[in-house]
């Protein structure tokens, strides 16, 4: 059966030893090559495909990922429902590294990335509305999952997207937090909108892996990084698995 939902694995999520894999597709779209093959597979009982945004050895930088390669393969192939993991940065007091955090709101700082499919060959210019940014409901099934699982989740947060791929100054992550975010990511815009763009349901499921820049002594390493992920994104699996097996197939468009 074709999946009508995706799974977007982002750092520390390259691979989903959880799905079953039935087979791989390359594909090529009118924007270039998608990060990845996507993998098709089972996920509880449900046809999923998932795709490594950082790509299968995790060698793409955030500014360089072909966004809109991804969410319109993804569209292509019939997926209306999109999952997207994240890594970030915990900027609020509560946001230690291993919780994890459900969006609902987010501020776009990235720039010079490709992110609309409206710009070639217009009969009209569109806005598309972004006033909500994630799919209220995909949110909702995200959640109810964790509070079953007992999981350690806010469920309510503003996403920063940053450029990278460095990481911020502490004076940047200052300004984020009177910006009113509480988490902060690279990958996060443009995916989104183009999400939205092509009337894809999108919800996004953060991994804090360090207290923000400034938040906490000393400076950021990449195996910190490394190893709050491992504990999270076993957390992620249990959670995509759960919240999988409740996606009634009526929710397709
Ligand atoms: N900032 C931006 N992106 C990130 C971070 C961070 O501190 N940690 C993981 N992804």
Not at 5 to 16: F, H, P, R, S, Y
Not at 130 to 157: H, K, Q, V
């Amino acid at each position: 059966m074709t999946p009508t939902v995706a799974i977007v694995g982002g750092t520390g999520l390259t691979a989903l030893d959880t799905l079953k894999i039935t087979h791989r597709e390359s594909q090529s779209t009118p924007y270039g090559e998608p990060s990845s093959p996507l993998i098709y597979g089972d996920l509880a009982g449900r046809a999923v495909v998932f795709l490594a945004r950082h790509g299968t050895h995790h060698t793409l930088p955030p500014h360089q990922i072909n966004y809109r390669a991804n969410l319109w393969a993804l569209h292509r192939i019939g997926v209306r429902q999109v999952i997207a993991v994240a890594a970030v940065g915990g900027i609020r007091e509560d946001m230690a590294p291993g919780v994890l955090a459900f969006p609902d709101q987010l501020v776009d700082y990235t720039w010079g990335r490709h992110g609309t499919f409206f710009e070639d060959n217009l009969s009209h210019v569109t806005h598309i509305d972004f006033t909500e940014p994630y799919c209220g409901e995909l949110r909702m099934r995200l959640i109810r999952a964790a509070r079953e699982l007992n999981l350690d989740a806010r469920e309510s947060c503003t996403y920063a997207a940053t450029q990278g791929p460095r990481l911020e100054t502490a004076a940047e992550v200052r300004k984020l937090e009177r910006d009113g975010c509480d988490i902060v990511g690279m990958t996060g815009m443009p995916e989104a909108a183009l999400a939205r763009e092509l009337e894809m349901r999108y919800a996004a499921c953060a991994v804090v892996a360090n207290r923000a820049a400034g938040k906490a002594p000393g400076a950021i390493t990449m195996a910190e990084i490394e190893r709050n992920l491992v504990a999270g994104m076993n957390q992620v699996k249990a959670l995509l698995e759960r919240a999988i097996s409740t996606l009634g197939e009526a929710h397709s468009s």
